[in-house]
């Protein structure tokens, strides 16, 4: 409880009873990534808000699922040119139905040594478009 109460690079100090000998360490916390960054959501580093499919738009798409861009902002897929109202269907090869499943993506991708995403999605105008987004680059 006490770690979650600060961040990454924060200095704590813990106290461990080894041998009924109380030792006190300082240490330096540190993210999943293993640096002191903070960690930022999907929606942060893409620069888009999503929503998941309804039924009914993925039966008349004929798709199984997938998120719309709501919103973008600045970041990643503004970069690429990919804007609202598209409907990104797979990252990385996994198919996407909920923004916690896109999350878990993006972190897979930061904590990999390829740091990319390959997005396919479904365009305003139908046509399925395909983007490579370098996480690395700032």
Known sequence: ELVSRNRPGDTITITINRNEKDLEFSIILRNEQGNTAIIKNSDEILGAT???LS?????????????????IQRGKFSEV??????????VNSYLVNTV????????????SEEKVL??????NKG?????AINLSEK
């Open 81 to 90: 040119g990919l804007n609202k109202g598209y409907i990104v269907y797979k």
């Open 50 to 52: 999503f929503r998941a």
């Open 118 to 123: 390959f997005v396919t999605a479904i365009s």
């Open 55 to 71: 039924e009914d738009e993925k039966y008349n798409l004929g798709i199984n699922g997938g998120l719309v861009v709501e919103k």
């Open 100 to 111: 916690s499943d896109l999350n878990n993506i993006v972190t897979q991708a930061q904590n």
């Open 127 to 131: 046509k399925l478009v395909h983007y």
